[in-house]
């Protein structure tokens, strides 16, 4: 994984080409510094830096001036920062969780939003560029509680869906990885016309039966997060033996192929054939109580599927 993203060097005089273009760039007249691979400061260097595709732009500064620097082996007298003993570098290694996420919601909503400007400035601006993510409740309500890229770069136990654009500016789902999915049990039967899943707690008590027509479009482990996810709720089983939160969506937004309706004590998620899974209808019938928070638990194991 690219970490020391050193700055572009300068073309020759006979251009890219070999052809003799000569080009006149105001990059030559602003610092042009080394980043760290590991501070994005948007979207798309976030995903470059989650997946290992870093390159040069879109990042903070290396902080590497600031640190005591080592001199190379084999070039005497050319100092070097090594990026191992830089405390970015050993936090990101650490796999920290996430700061700052509210309560024990599975599923937020991150919002973009810009830093404030500094009256007087232009392009000097230190904000110029920068911005935060807002985190936000599934139904839109803000928290009140923000996380900066670098936090969600290096965040191990999250994933995320792809940025989307609607009223309120750019946004993108954070669903929460539950530790609780590697004690959870899924047993799956397949018969001719469909597929059934039961899901069951660590301790054995059964927490939802699914029912997959077509194929099914998600894979094991996403199921055994939506068994530690439903564990994770309090209450007893509703004594009218249904469990269909009210509020369920029909869509969750920025999110395709997926749609989403209750009927009765179910809920029907249908996903249409997508480039990682073919269309399916998978109908849910969870055993636990009836709460708001059984619909947050089948809209994270949907930004789950859906997730890079």
């Not at 309090?234 to 269909?244: I, K, L, S």
Request: proline residues 9%; charged residues 15%.
């Amino acid at each position: 994984m690219p970490v020391y993203l050193d700055n572009p060097h300068d073309c020759g005089p006979r251009g890219p080409d070999g052809q003799g273009w000569n080009r006149l760039s105001l990059n030559a007249h602003f610092d042009t510094p080394t980043h760290c691979g590991l501070r994005p400061i948007r979207f798309a260097s976030l995903f470059e830096a989650r997946t290992g595709r870093q390159r040069w732009g879109g990042y903070e500064r290396c902080i590497g001036n600031q640190l005591p620097s080592q001199p190379v082996a084999d070039e005497p007298g050319a100092p070097v920062v090594r990026c191992a003993s830089c405390p970015v570098y050993q936090n990101a290694h650490a796999h920290p969780p996430l700061p700052n996420w509210p309560g024990q919601h599975p599923l937020l909503l991150g919002r973009v939003r810009d830093w404030p400007r500094t009256p007087g400035m232009w392009i000097a601006d230190a904000a110029a560029g920068r911005s935060s993510v807002h985190l936000h409740t599934w139904q839109g309500q803000d928290t009140g509680a923000a996380v900066d890229w670098p936090d969600l770069a290096v965040a191990a136990d999250i994933r995320m869906t792809w940025q989307f654009h609607d009223q309120d500016g750019d946004a993108f789902w954070i669903v929460r990885l539950n530790a609780g999915a590697e004690q959870a049990v899924v047993h799956t039967k397949k018969y001719p016309d469909h597929t059934r899943h039961v899901l069951y707690a660590a301790g054995g008590r059964r927490l939802a039966g699914i029912k997959c027509h077509g194929a099914c479009a998600h894979g094991d482990w996403h199921l055994r997060h939506l068994a530690a996810d439903l564990a994770d709720l309090d209450g007893a089983p509703p004594t009218d033996g249904h469990a269909t939160a009210p509020d369920l969506p029909e869509r969750l937004p920025g999110v395709q192929f997926f749609s989403m309706a209750p009927a009765g004590g179910t809920a029907t998620i249908t996903h249409a054939a997508s480039r990682d899974f073919g269309a399916s209808t998978m109908t849910v019938t969870a055993e636990v109580a009836t709460t708001p928070g059984v619909t947050a638990v089948l809209l994270a194991h949907i930004a789950r599927v859906t997730a890079w």
